[in-house]
């Protein structure tokens, strides 16, 4: 039993981000554990990194939202299911999870999901739509904040004596966010490319770019950092796609030129090695206006061993060690954003140093990789059981 598992996850894209990444890690974790591992998913960037020889890789249109299409994938998956005698399907998404849940019910087999964000529900259409994430026998939220927005708005779908809702923080892989192991080469040719002068403190915002994130917020924190503060010595990245929302990105370009601050901001689409982004970076800065369910940005920065600045809302109230690995700042609020920052760039290197340390001992201890992959594998153990 604990070694022929057979183990089926879906997800839209495989692309890099927090829900992405944790798929790609499990996948590959439960070849190493001699169980069956298979993926669905559209594509993505992060695909052609997949161990063929390991993981069983299946294309289907999961990304889209289309009833029909999703109804033609649940018809594709319960014959996966049923060639392949998948013992758990794990869903990471929901519209991909409608498809899945359709198919383990005729199929007769065990539904997990991981519950990624927190979705709108403004209707109870959408309430609906968002519901098929907790109709699993195994609900796992990436964070205690997910765990109580589920407990709260979807208590009606949870039933105790059929169904488990627990925490599993999402994990990272220490080896590959790990300062030792960036080259300072690859990091000083990077801002050299990124025509960065690291002279300057050097302050990294990533994140694709939409309003949620906040990028107007730290734009205009670094207004005030100059007029407020007498802060001039920094330069600033913020590095993420548009992902077609080029009228959001055209005005963030505008703002920056609005305040004059075109000489301190560098706007960059994206970057391959994540690390060496970090590893030139002196402070990493998260400025969401809304509830990050995790806060994988915060995680890293502190694997890395650098300060982090986030907002005091959602998941980075547990990755983050307020004073220690970094600092909280009231979300949405640029003055107060500008004055953490500012306090954050007057400390002395020993300081920064210090907090950085911490932030690399917080995550070793509470968001390794193959803890969180551990943690599953268990769960999925204890199901079939």
């Not at 690390?275 to 509830?291: D, G, M, Q, R, T």
Request: hydrophobic fraction near 40%; glycine fraction near 6%; include cysteine.
């Amino acid at each position: 039993m604990t070694t022929k598992i057979k183990v089926l996850q879906v997800i839209p894209k495989l692309g890099f981000g927090g829900a992405e990444t944790g798929c790609y890690d499990l996948a590959h974790f439960l070849a190493e554990q001699d169980c069956k591992s298979l993926l669905i998913t559209s594509g993505g960037e992060l695909l052609k990194f997949v161990r063929r020889d390991r993981v069983k890789v299946i294309r289907l249109p999961v990304q889209s939202k289309n009833p029909v299409i999703i109804f033609f994938n649940s018809i594709v998956i319960f014959f996966i299911l049923l060639i392949y005698n998948v013992d758990i399907v794990h869903a990471r998404s929901r519209a991909p999870a409608w498809s899945c849940l359709c198919a383990c019910f005729f199929a007769r087999k065990k539904f997990v999901t991981t519950f990624h964000g927190t979705y709108n529900f403004s209707g109870k259409f959408k309430h609906f739509y968002n519901s098929v994430m907790v109709r699993s026998k195994l609900i796992i939220g990436g964070s205690n904040f997910i765990f109580n927005h589920i407990s709260v708005n979807y208590k009606k779908y949870l039933n105790p004596k059929k169904k488990k809702l627990m925490v599993i923080f999402r994990g990272i892989n220490l080896e590959y966010f790990n300062a030792n192991n960036t080259s300072e080469e690859k990091s000083n040719i990077l801002a050299v490319n990124w025509k960065i002068d690291q002279k300057n403190f050097i302050i990294l915002l990533p994140g694709r770019l939409t309003k949620w994130k906040g990028q107007e917020v730290f734009i205009e924190s670094l207004r005030l950092l100059i007029e407020e503060h007498n802060i001039e010595n920094f330069h600033a990245i913020v590095l993420g796609s548009d992902q077609g929302r080029k009228v959001y990105s055209k005005k963030l370009f505008l703002l920056a030129e609005r305040y004059r601050l075109k000489k301190k901001i560098t706007f960059i689409q994206s970057c391959k090695e994540m690390p060496l982004a970090y590893k030139l970076s002196n402070l990493i800065v998260s400025s969401s206006i809304e509830p990050e369910a995790f806060g994988r940005v915060a995680v890293e920065a502190q694997a890395m061993s650098k300060p982090i600045v986030a907002s005091d809302i959602g998941g980075s109230r547990e990755t983050v060690l307020n004073g220690r690995s970094g600092l909280l700042y009231k979300y949405n609020d640029p003055n107060e954003l500008a004055k953490t920052i500012s306090k954050v760039i007057e400390m002395d290197k020993k300081s920064l140093t210090l907090m950085g340390e911490s932030g690399r001992k917080n995550v070793e201890k509470k968001f390794n990789v193959d803890q969180m992959c551990q943690s599953t594998f268990t769960e999925y153990k204890k199901l079939l059981k």
